[in-house]
């Protein structure tokens, strides 16, 4: 997944991830949606693995780096059930919703408290 900083005077791109299908790794299958949270880590909603990813954002090197231990490492199962094809993902702040179309539901996480 590539983005781009626009606010400079140059046009910058920046690759972020990779492909894969290996849950305990980093690696995106079919991302779908991101968000920016409070801090300025970037959340990916990884519909093909069905997991959530957090990419943890450092100022003082402005880059992103994968963040395995984001939710204790269990970013694919909410509220006892695992995510079934998630397709939408928001935020306000500290808290995240998924929309887990599969499952028919919405998932609240808060990110304050884990």
């Avoid at 140059?10 to 990779?18: C, E, I, K, P």
């Avoid at 450092?58 to 994968?66: C, G, H, L, T, W």
Wanted: proline letters at 3%; one cysteine or more.
């Amino acid at each position: 997944m590539a983005y781009a900083d626009v606010t400079g005077p140059t046009f910058a791109t920046s690759t972020l991830g990779g492909y894969g299908t290996d849950s305990t790794t980093e690696g995106l299958y079919v991302p779908t949606d991101v968000w920016v949270d409070g801090s300025g880590d970037l959340l990916v909603l990884d519909t093909g693995n069905g997991e959530l990813d957090r990419y943890a954002y450092d100022a003082s090197s402005d880059a992103y780096s994968y963040d395995g231990d984001f939710l204790s490492g269990s970013r694919d199962t909410f509220a006892g059930t695992a995510l079934s094809d998630p397709v939408a993902l928001a935020g306000d702040g500290s808290d995240c919703y998924v929309l887990d179309s599969g499952n028919q539901r919405g998932v609240k996480l808060d990110l304050a408290s884990g």
